[in-house]
C-alpha cells in the first residue's frame, strides 16, 4: 500500500475518534476501538478485489458468524461486524455508569458528528439527513408528513413494502388520497418497460410517486433515476419518495444521483449498523413542508433536527453506527456492491443447471445486486425453504407476495464461496427427491 493510500485509511478510520474527543473516558473507549480495525489487509483501494478470496476472510472474520447455521437472510437484518458490536457494548457500559450524564451531555453530541458520516456515505448535506431508528420510520414519516387533500392521487406498485402500502392505505381511508397501483412484471432488464409502468399512472392529480430502489421480494433494481426524470419531465412539483431500505451501502450510488426529493433507509441492514438504526433524507428545499411525526416546538422549521425528537432514545447505538460506517469505507461501496452481485450470481448460474430451477432474479449489475429468490417446480416455496434448513441448515425466507412466488437467498460480504456451493448441492438433491 503507498503512503497515500495508507493515509487516507488512517483518515477514514481516525474519524470516530475524532468525532468523539468529547471527554478523555469516550476518547479513550474510541481510540481503544479505533486499534482494531487496522488490521484491515494492505490493498490498494483501486485494485479489484471482487473474487480475491484472501481479501475476503478478512471480511469474514471480522463477523461472529454462527458455525451451524448458514445464514441466508440478510436481507432481513444484518450482522454486525466485531467493531461495532464492540463499540455498542462500550458505549452501552460507559452509558450506565452515569446514563444522563453520559448520554445526554456527552453521547448527544456524537450524532451531529455521525450526520456528517453518514452525508459524506449519502453524498448530501449533513443538514438534509436525520438519524433514526429504520426505513419505516423514515418512509412513514413522510407519507404521514406530507400535505395531501382528497382527490390527491399517488402512485405506487403492489411489489412496494407492506409497512409502506399500508400507511399510503390508512391516508386513503383517513384523507380519501388516491393509491395508483403498478403490477410490475418481474425481473425485468427493460428500463423503458419499467419506466412506463410508473408513467401509464401519472395524471394530472398525481402529487406523489414512491419508487422502491431494490425491491425486496425478488431483488430488482428498479431505474430510479430514470424514472425521477420522467417525472420531472411531466411536473417539477411532484414529490418522489424513495424506499432506499435494501439500496444504502449495498450498491455504489449517491442519494441525490437518484433525483428524488426524500429516501429512507434503515442502518441495520446493508451498513451492518446496530438493530434498530435508520436515515431519513430530505432535500433542503422540502423539509419545511414535511410535518414532524413526533411534533417538536417548530414544526415547519427547515432544520432537519426537527425530526429527531423522538425521546430517549439508545445513544450507543448511534455511536457504534459511526463504526459501521468505518467498517463500510474500508471495504470501499464500489468493491461492496461488486463482491454482493459476484455472490449471487456465483450460486445462481451453477443451480441454473438443475433441472425445474427457476430465478426470479436478473443477473446483470445494472439490474440485481446480492438477493436472488429461486423456485423448483414441483415444490412449494415453504416445503423448499425448510427442506433447506433441514438438509444443511441452510436459513433463508420464503417470499409469496402478488406475483412473486420463491425462496429468497440472500448472501453478504462475510459469506464463504463453500456456503454458496453447499446450498447449490442441497437445491441439487432436494430436486432429485421431487
Ligand atoms: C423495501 C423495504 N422497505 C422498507 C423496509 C422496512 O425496513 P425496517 O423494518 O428496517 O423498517 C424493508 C424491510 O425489509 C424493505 O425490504
Known amino acids: 500500500m503507498d503512503r497515500n493510500s495508507r493515509r487516507d485509511f488512517v483518515k477514514i478510520l481516525g474519524g470516530v475518534a475524532g468525532v468523539l474527543s468529547i471527554s478523555p473516558s469516550i476518547e479513550t473507549v474510541a481510540k481503544e476501538l479505533d486499534k482494531k480495525l487496522y488490521h484491515i489487509p494492505q490493498i490498494p483501494f483501486d485494485e479489484d478485489v471482487t473474487k480475491n ?17 448458514i445464514n441466508f437472510n440478510n436481507g432481513g437484518v444484518s450482522p454486525q461486524p466485531v467493531i461495532v458490536q464492540d463499540a455498542l457494548d462500550r458505549y452501552n457500559r460507559l452509558s450506565n ?4 450524564y453520559y448520554m445526554w451531555r456527552t453521547l448527544d ?9 453518514l452525508a459524506d456515505l449519502a453524498g448530501t448535506s449533513p443538514e438534509e439527513i436525520a438519524i433514526n431508528r429504520n426505513a419505516t420510520e423514515a418512509l412513514e414519516t413522510v407519507i404521514f408528513g406530507l400535505n395531501l387533500k382528497k382527490g390527491d392521487e399517488v402512485v405506487l406498485t403492489k411489489q412496494d413494502y407492506p409497512n409502506m402500502i399500508h400507511a399510503w392505505r390508512q391516508r386513503e381511508k383517513r384523507d380519501g ?3 395508483k397501483w403498478i403490477n410490475l412484471d418481474l425481473p425485468s432488464e427493460d428500463i423503458e418497460y419499467l419506466v412506463r409502468k410508473y408513467e401509464e399512472q401519472m395524471t394530472d392529480k398525481t402529487k406523489v410517486v414512491m419508487i422502491t430502489h431494490l425491491i425486496n421480494w425478488c431483488g430488482q433494481l428498479l431505474p430510479a433515476k430514470q424514472i425521477s426524470q420522467m417525472i420531472r419531465r ?15 451501502a449495498h450498491f455504489d450510488f449517491k442519494i441525490p444521483d437518484l433525483e428524488g426529493d426524500f429516501f429512507g433507509t434503515s442502518l441495520h441492514k446493508w451498513l451492518s449498523a446496530p438493530f434498530g438504526t435508520g436515515m431519513m433524507y430530505i432535500k433542503k428545499e422540502r423539509i ?3 410535518w414532524t411525526m413526533f411534533a417538536s416546538d417548530n414544526p415547519q422549521s427547515s432544520d432537519i433536527r426537527k425530526f429527531e425528537v423522538l425521546g430517549t432514545r439508545s445513544f450507543p447505538t448511534e455511536m457504534a453506527t459511526g463504526y459501521a460506517v468505518n467498517f463500510h469505507n474500508a471495504i470501499g461501496s464500489l468493491r461492496k456492491q461488486k463482491r454482493l452481485h459476484y455472490l449471487k450470481n456465483y450460486w445462481v448460474e451453477k443451480a441454473m443447471n438443475i433441472k ?8 446483470h449489475l445494472d439490474f440485481s445486486g446480492a438477493i436472488a429468490t429461486f423456485a423448483l417446480k414441483g415444490m412449494t416455496v415453504a416445503d423448499l425453504s425448510s427442506a433447506l434448513f433441514k438438509k444443511a441448515r441452510i436459513h433463508t425466507t420464503g417470499i409469496n407476495w402478488e406475483n412473486i412466488n420463491g425462496v429468497r437467498v440472500t448472501p453478504h460480504v462475510y459469506t464463504q464461496l463453500k456456503d454458496l456451493d453447499r446450498l447449490v448441492d442441497t437445491i441439487y438433491h432436494i430436486s432429485k427427491e421431487i
Do not use: C, M
Open 53 to 69: 478470496e484472501d481479501y475476503w476472510v478478512w471480511v469474514q472474520q471480522s463477523y461472529t458468524i454462527s458455525p451451524n447455521v
Open 97 to 100: 455508569e452515569a446514563p444522563s
Open 109 to 117: 453530541e456524537g450524532r451531529e458528528g455521525l450526520r456528517l458520516k
Open 177 to 179: 388520497i388516491v393509491l
Open 234 to 248: 411531466k411536473n417539477k412539483n411532484i414529490y418522489i419518495l424513495i424506499d432506499g431500505a435494501h439500496s444504502f
Open 288 to 290: 419545511s413542508e414535511i
Open 356 to 363: 425445474g430451477f427457476s430465478v426470479q432474479t436478473s443477473l
